[in-house]
Nanobody, 121 residues
Framework: QVQLVESGGGLVQPGGSLRLSCAAS????????MGWYRQVPGKERELVAH???????HYADSVKGRFTISRDNAKNTVYLQMNSLKPEDTAIYYC???????????????WGPGTLVTVSS
């Protein structure tokens, strides 16, 4: 199994910054794509950003220029630096990773429990 532990959420004023972290542990051979999604109650979960094993990144249009995703492969950890936060960024943020547990295992998808980000004055 693979476990994901997220940290870094909280309350921040508009214009402020937060850094989310997500550490993966357990039976891991290789982590392919790592990403962050967010969800507001009553709405579908949406992609915020993802980064592949080679370091290529993709961002939702709504966060381009404000958020930066990065990863530390030695620590099996993905980060999301969020700057210039807006009230509409308020959501539960979920970490997502695609993992090969061994050289012969199919790619498996795992989700973290979520961390709440609230942007409010």
């Amino acid at each position: 199994q693979v476990q994901l532990v997220e940290s870094g959420g909280g309350l921040v004023q508009p214009g402020g910054s937060l850094r989310l972290s997500c550490a993966a542990s357990g039976t891991i051979f290789t982590i392919n794509t790592m990403g962050w999604y967010r969800q507001v109650p009553g709405k579908e979960r949406e992609l915020v950003a993802h980064i592949n094993i080679g370091g290529s990144t993709h961002y939702a249009d709504s966060v381009k220029g404000r958020f930066t995703i990065s990863r530390d492969n030695a620590k099996n950890t993905v980060y999301l630096q969020m700057n210039s936060l807006k009230p509409e960024d308020t959501a539960i943020y979920y970490c997502n990773v695609d993992v090969y547990r061994d050289a012969y295992d199919p790619l498996r998808d795992y989700w973290g429990p979520g961390t709440l980000v609230t942007v409010s004055s």
